[in-house]
């Protein structure tokens, strides 16, 4: 089955810092690989979509890459802010094409 | 456009009770969706739709039940609410015939079984 994996729970920076957030994937290649962000009590957010055979995408601070290789993505957010506080969630393309497959989200704090 | 629009925003049931989550779209996407979220947990797929009248499992679908009479609305059933129900649920939708784009989630309904 389709697994998915952010490796950090938690990650605090400062201010002005990039932040770099990583999903991992197993046992197939995904058609799509989208990120959202989550604001406590609210419903995800799409922030950027990245197809397999493009290997990064920019989105003003946002940046996102893609490696069908490493079977990993990353998600960069430069000159971070506090209102970049929140949770990140990365999600994937099930193998049926029918749904997305989401991990179990990074939560991110940046202090000013 | 109001998007996503999921009711209630709480409720409190008692084992053995039954509700529905109503959730509403105006986007005229085909694609719809439930989720449960627990803390710390990611989104957990219950059931989804590819539009009216077609509905399929999810990874976690035991104790509810969909339906989808139409493009626009997709509530998903708990017939006896078990303490295990309790969670967060979002629906979501995407653009039309496209399972892989964006999601648009709702609110969310926050359900405690006691």
């Known amino acids: 089955s389709q697994k998915i994996e952010q490796n950090s729970e938690a990650l605090n920076i400062q201010e002005g810092k990039t932040a770099t957030l990583t999903c991992n994937y197993t046992?197939?290649?995904?058609?799509?690989l989208q990120w959202y962000r989550q604001d406590p009590g609210r419903g995800p957010v799409f922030l950027l979509l990245i197809r397999e055979n493009e290997k990064e995408k920019r989105k003003e601070r946002l940046k996102v890459t893609f490696d069908t290789t490493l079977k990993q993505s990353l998600f960069h957010i430069t000159a971070s802010q506090p209102a970049d506080s929140a949770t990140y969630l990365c999600?994937?393309?099930?193998?049926?094409?029918?749904?997305?497959?989401f991990g179990k989200g990074t939560t991110l704090s940046v202090s000013s | 456009n109001a998007g996503v629009t999921q009711t209630p925003k709480f409720r409190i049931l008692k084992i053995g009770q039954s509700m529905t989550l109503q959730c509403t779209q105006d986007?005229?996407?085909?694609?719809m969706y439930w989720y449960r979220q627990d803390p710390g947990m990611g989104l957990k797929l219950i059931y989804y739709?590819?539009?009216?009248?077609?509905?399929d499992k999810g990874e976690v679908p035991n104790g509810y039940n969909v339906s989808r009479s139409t493009t626009e609305d997709f509530p998903l059933r708990l017939e006896l609410a078990a303490p295990s129900q309790t969670s967060v649920y979002f629906c979501a939708s995407s653009s039309p015939g496209l399972a892989g784009y964006e999601q648009f989630f709702g609110p969310g309904t926050r359900l405690t079984v006691l």
């Open positions: 999600a994937l393309l099930n193998q049926a094409g029918t749904a997305l497959i």
């Open positions: 986007m005229n996407h085909n694609y």
């Open positions: 046992n197939y290649s995904p058609a799509y």
């Open positions: 739709s590819v539009g009216a009248g077609i509905t």
